[in-house]
């Protein structure tokens, strides 16, 4: 079983680290529960912390390529007014590499495209672990075992994996839900590589473009856990934005239904361990995190590569996954909890406290001077 690692989930975690590995000799195969690789078509930000990573998976030319550099994003209140500005062209000159917005489906297919030895067996749902003293064995749904000497649980945030190592940690829900959409739309923003998160009472819109023509956006809005089944039609949701000014409305107008989705949002709280033996987690199975930093799919770029590098330096796989959750765990820590507080701030409703709020965003020192915003989207490897 020497070399063998069994990677669980063929999301973004699951496919860069399967890169890392292979680039180091080992040996991946993936086990994905779906019957196909996904496709999912939204959008991404991925800052200069994954850019930065990419660099180091040696993807950085084929991602620019493929998404939208962004040279400014500002926040605004509904009406238009600017509360806060980040230039992150400066900061691409700060720290080396540019922020992007890029199709899913495109970060997907640039990971997967560049396996050569990793086998990707698609339709096995992971049910069950064992570990031994020579390998850990995954049991699947559809009765096949596989045995490795690493087992890597990449599979999200309902992580199946996790419910095996830590049984009871509860998904913690943020009290808010995220409307996703993807269309063809040109305006000066998606030319010029301007985002924008606009901000009402108990609701916000974020614009990315991903190409001259492309743009990703997303829509949030307080709601009850109990609510789940609730569903709008495109027409609702406008109404419900309506007082949030161009391109808000239009944007939402040119999307088509199937192309806008509806999530609630989950996070849990940290975790106190990554990993027991044999097996150990990354990406949203290891630290989801609420969407408000746009973080998620970064740090799940910054696992892999940090992963590979531990079990290149390390002795044995086990001391590799604890100088991994060593190295992660206060990275991945602070990020869920800017995040969770941000979401909190972002979501307030009570038009008194929304009005306090934007007046102390607006007169707050630059959000990017801030060396909490530098840590997040500055660190390296
Ligand atoms: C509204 C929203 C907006 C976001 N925006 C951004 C952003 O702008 N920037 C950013 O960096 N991040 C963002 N994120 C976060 C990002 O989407 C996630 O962090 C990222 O997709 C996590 O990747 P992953 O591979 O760890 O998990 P996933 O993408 O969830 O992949 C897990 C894979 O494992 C498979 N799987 C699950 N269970 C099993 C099982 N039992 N057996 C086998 N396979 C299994 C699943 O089918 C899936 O393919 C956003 C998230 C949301 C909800």
Redesign the pocket.
């Known amino acids: 079983m020497k070399n063998r690692i069994l990677i ?7 496919l860069a680290c399967a890169l890392m590995f292979e680039k180091i000799g080992y040996t991946p195969v993936i ?4 019957d196909c690789l ?1 496709h999912d078509g939204g959008g ?3 800052w200069n912390n ?1 850019t930065d990573a990419l660099q180091a998976m040696g993807l950085l030319e084929e991602i620019y390529e493929s998404s939208k550099i962004i040279c400014e994003s500002s926040l605004t209140t509904s009406s238009g007014k600017i509360l806060a500005k980040i230039p992150l062209d400066e900061l691409a000159t700060k720290y080396g590499t540019y922020t992007v917005g890029i199709l899913r489906s495109n970060l997907h297919h640039i990971l997967a495209s560049k396996l050569n030895q990793t086998e990707i067996k698609t339709g ?3 049910v069950n672990l064992k570990e031994t003293n020579e390998e850990v064995i995954a049991h699947f749904e559809n009765g096949h075992e596989e045995a490795g000497e690493l087992l890597v649980g ?7 994996v996790r419910n095996k190592l830590f049984p009871n940690h509860d998904l913690r829900f943020s009290g808010y839900e ?1 409307w ?1 959409g993807i269309s063809s739309y040109t305006n000066q923003y998606t030319k010029s590589g301007f985002t924008f998160e606009s901000w009402g009472n108990g609701k916000r819109f974020g614009f990315i473009p991903m190409s001259d023509s492309l743009v990703y956006w ?1 829509a949030t809005r307080n709601t009850l856990e109990n609510l789940k089944e609730s569903q709008i039609s495109k027409e609702q949701l406008i109404y419900s934005f309506r007082e949030f000014v161009q391109p808000v409305p239009a944007v939402i107008e040119v999307t088509k239904g199937k192309d806008i989705t509806r ?1 609630l ?1 989950y996070d849990f709280k940290p975790l106190q361990n990554w990993s027991k033996g044999r097996v150990v987690l ?4 290891a630290h ?1 995190t609420t ?1 408000n930093l ?5 740090m ?1 770029l910054e696992d892999s590569v940090v992963l590979a590098q531990c079990l290149e330096q390390g002795k044995n796989p086990f001391d590799a996954v604890k100088a991994f959750e060593e190295n992660r765990k206060d990275r991945a820590k602070l990020i869920v909890n800017k995040s969770w507080m941000y979401g909190k701030i972002a979501q307030m409703e009570n038009s008194l406290l929304c009005k306090v709020r934007n007046l102390i965003v607006k007169n707050c020192p630059s959000i990017y001077k801030n060396n909490n915003f530098n840590k997040i989207v500055g660190h390296k490897i």
Do not use: H, M, V
Not at 31 to 34: G, I, Q, V, W
Not at 154 to 160: N, R, V
Not at 294 to 298: F, N, P, R
């Open positions: 669980i989930g063929a999301g973004i975690s699951g086990f994905e529960k779906s996904r991404l930000t991925l994954a096995y749902n992971l990449a599979d999200g945030i309902y992580s199946a995220a996703r997303f999530k949002i990354i990406g949203d199975a989801a969407p746009g973080q998620g799919a970064c799940a």
